[in-house]
């Protein structure tokens, strides 16, 4: 079992709907939860962190975490193509400093 | 505003060559990081610093070696290159706390004949 799993999809959604994402992690003494952006070619950008049980809202995207289940997920509202890319879910271990990413997802948003 | 300065970005190279990759960073992170990127693979821990003067092996340690030579440099080495290792590389720094998210280099895409 991978440490970090993710759907590599690709996921297609229209532009405007709300595009879900989801992470599962086998460590269950993990802390930290990150969602990075990458764009084909370039590197990854971070989008939201989270370390609490719970929702966190940043504009157009809400991060869940739900650390009974080791899952996160992201939502993306109003989903714009320039919204499309891979995204790739990372989580931070126990000590703090080692983060694993997991495969990533790709999201295509049709205009 | 150089943030995660990665030199080479392309490179060739035949089997059996050695090269260092480069890092540096500028934003005073305690930690550093070393990824590889394969197609469908996402991003793989190679090694990581976790302060000044300590390393540790990540997920694909084997074949690779690094050197954090100061609080900014942090550098990865292939001693003896092999095709499986043609990869994009990406360095990447935090700030100290489980919550600081991971800064990223622009990559060195690595060839290998």
């Known amino acids: 079992q991978k440490e970090v799993e993710q759907n590599s999809g690709p996921l297609s959604v229209p532009e405007g709907a709300i595009a879900s994402l989801n992470c599962t992690y086998s460590?269950?003494?993990?802390?930290?939860f990150f969602w990075y952006r990458q764009y084909s070619g370039k590197s990854p950008e971070l989008i939201m962190f989270i370390y609490s049980n719970g929702d966190k809202e940043d504009g157009r995207f809400t991060a869940q975490l739900n650390k009974a289940s080791q899952y996160v997920s992201l939502l993306i509202r109003d989903s714009q193509p320039s919204d499309s890319a891979t995204y790739l879910c990372a989580v931070r271990n126990t000590g703090g400093f080692k983060t694993i990413f997991g495969a990533g997802t790709r999201l295509f948003v049709k205009a | 505003n150089a943030g995660v300065t990665q030199t080479p970005k392309f490179q060739v190279l035949k089997t059996g060559q050695s090269m260092t990759l480069q890092c540096a960073q500028d934003m005073n992170h305690n930690s550093m990081y070393w990824y590889r990127q394969d197609p469908g693979m996402g991003l793989r821990l190679i090694y990581y610093s976790a302060s000044e003067g300590t390393t540790d092996k990540g997920e694909v340690p084997n074949g690779y070696n690094v050197s954090r030579l100061n609080k900014r440099e942090f550098s990865l080495r292939l001693e003896s290159a092999a095709p499986s290792q043609t990869s994009v590389y990406f360095c990447a720094s935090s700030g100290r706390g489980g919550d600081q998210p991971q800064h990223f280099g622009d990559g060195t895409r690595l060839s290998i004949l």
């Open positions: 460590d269950r003494g993990s802390q930290s």
